[in-house]
């Protein structure tokens, strides 16, 4: 049980029963969720391959099997007819290929032929940096997945720009198939590493297999030093990309943790290489959150999952041997040209029996329910979840304008170098704000007005009981698990 795990290691049968006996540990944890996806065994991490494929939702994500820190990436594999229960379909990718020898990453699916084609990021280190490479491998109607004999499908980096390109989005405009790559470039020559300011790449191909350059698509917006795991749907006729950038500067009430996952609305011109943009904003103003993919689901709804993590956080639970998960299952609108998103009526059934009280305190039994509740914006509020002593808290400040999420006073307290408390305005909402949240024991989703706001934040409390006291009396209504 106690081996010692290489960073780069992968996954073959003799493994098998080291992870029989993590899987069995880990189903001990006190911090299961019961409807969000999370790794039997080790950590996960984006989204990938997000698809509805042969009558199921396919989700892939990426995922380091042995333990709880990111080392060698596979892509695990999960189906599901209604994006909350799963079944668990084991590994879908594990990196045994030389040009794959550091992990493959992430990327997207598309239907083509019957077929779904897998693209996703070989990762290839040498001594002097990485080789660019990206990969497929197509999953046929059996769930068999082959990679592609010729693979990688594109190696190296256009001239100029880092080695460090990544997270193919396929996707098809105008009867040609293009494909978004994250990555950066240099402001002066050649050099290794990440580059100096954020791109998006865009390919064109008319087979899926041999992508030609066109160029970068000319962004309006900070793009940091390097941007990761692009994603586009459409929405009411409007264009909206996702993309995830590392490097931006903290302003007072966004961008608040060591990477941000921004969203833009607006036009994308695939030939011109433009966007048009209408809108940009961040995505979720929580503490875990990062990486999203867009997809469309049954009868094209567009849909996200985002990954309910950030970068290396550091959480009490580190030493049980597994670790993040993903969101659950949100459906995308724009309303007055800003998204929304908001768990899918799927999720929100599952929680049956509603109960509505006018109160001060609330003692929730189990730590899988919803919440609703109302805040008036020109009324100081504050609710604590929790116990005396381990809770956590919402403040509405009236005079700011703002709702903040405050983590400090928990018993275990969580990544503490990235700060205690994450805000988000609300100058702009109505005056009357519905609060949703969906609490999955330690994962926690919050919205403000079904998706204006979100947070998406973990929180490990001791005690299996929540009392939510309120400020000053309130309605609240909620709903256990079923
Ligand atoms: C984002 C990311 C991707 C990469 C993957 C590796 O979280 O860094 O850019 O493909 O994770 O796991």
Same mark, same amino acid.
């Not at 590994?91 to 045994?96: E, G, N, R, S």
């Not at 009490?316 to 049980?320: A, H, S």
């Given at each position: 049980m106690s081996k010692k795990i290489e960073k780069y290691t992968f996954y073959t049968t003799e493994w098998q029963e080291y992870l029989s006996q993590l899987e069995e540990k880990i189903n001990?944890?006190?911090?299961?969720?019961?409807?969000h996806l999370y790794p039997k065994t080790g950590l996960m991490n984006d989204p990938n391959g997000l698809s509805y494929f042969n009558g199921k939702y396919q989700v892939f994500y990426q995922w380091f099997?042995?333990?709880?820190?990111?080392?060698?990436k596979h892509w695990g594999h999960a189906t599901s007819e209604d994006l909350v229960k799963f079944k668990d379909e084991g590994?879908?990718?594990?990196?045994?290929e030389e040009y794959e020898k550091n992990g493959a990453y992430s990327g997207n699916a598309f239907e083509y032929n019957d077929e779904l084609y897998l693209f996703y990021t070989a990762n290839y280190k040498t001594n002097t940096g990485k080789v660019a490479k990206q990969a497929l491998a197509i999953m046929d109607k059996k769930g068999t997945i082959t990679k592609y004999?010729?693979?990688?499908i594109l190696e190296g980096a256009p001239k100029?720009?880092?080695?460090?390109?990544r997270d193919p989005f396929v996707f098809e405009r105008n009867s040609s198939f293009y494909m978004l790559l994250g990555g950066g470039r240099f402001l002066e020559g050649e050099q290794t590493g990440f580059g100096d300011i954020g791109e998006l790449l865009l390919y064109k191909s008319t087979n899926l297999v041999d992508w030609t350059y066109q160029g970068t698509i000319d962004l309006p !917006? $900070?793009?940091?030093?390097m941007l990761e795991c692009p994603s586009l749907v459409t929405i009411d006729g409007k264009d909206v990309l996702f993309l995830s950038p590392m490097g931006y500067e903290k302003e007072t009430y966004r961008y608040q943790n060591r990477f941000s996952s921004i969203y833009l609305v607006g036009q994308l011109d695939v030939e011109k290489r433009t966007f048009a943009l209408e809108h940009v904003d961040e995505l979720?103003?929580?503490?875990d959150y990062y990486a999203p993919q867009s997809f469309y689901g049954k009868n094209q709804l567009p849909l996200t999952f985002g990954w309910f993590g950030c970068g290396e956080q550091v959480y009490? !639970? $580190?030493?049980?041997g597994w670790k993040h998960g993903l969101t659950t299952a949100q459906e995308m609108r724009l309303v007055d040209g800003k998204l929304r998103r908001f768990p899918t009526e799927e999720v929100q059934k599952q929680f049956t029996d509603k109960q509505t009280i006018r109160t001060n305190q609330l003692l929730l039994e189990y730590p899988y329910y919803h919440l609703q509740f109302e805040l008036n914006k020109e009324q100081e509020s504050t609710i604590c979840f929790g116990t005396k002593d381990d809770f956590w808290q919402l403040n509405l400040d009236e005079k700011k304008e703002t709702v903040t999420i405050d983590?400090?006073?928990?018993?275990?307290?969580?990544?503490t170098e990235y700060g205690m408390k994450r805000t988000c305005e609300?100058?702009?909402?109505?005056?009357n704000i519905t609060v949703d949240v969906f609490v999955d024991n330690s994962f926690i989703e919050l919205y403000l007005n079904e998706g204006e706001r979100v947070f998406s934040f973990r929180v490990f409390l001791e005690s299996e009981q929540t009392t939510i006291s309120f400020s000053k009396e309130t309605e609240a209504t909620w709903a256990y698990l079923k």
């Open positions: 001990e944890s006190a911090y299961l969720p019961k409807y099997p042995f333990d709880s820190f990111h080392g060698m590994f879908a990718l594990i990196p045994d004999p010729k693979n990688p100029g720009f880092s080695q460090e390109l !917006i $900070d793009k940091g030093y979720d103003a929580g503490f009490p !639970i $580190d030493t049980e983590r400090g006073h928990l018993a275990k307290k969580i990544d609300i100058a702009e909402l109505a005056n």
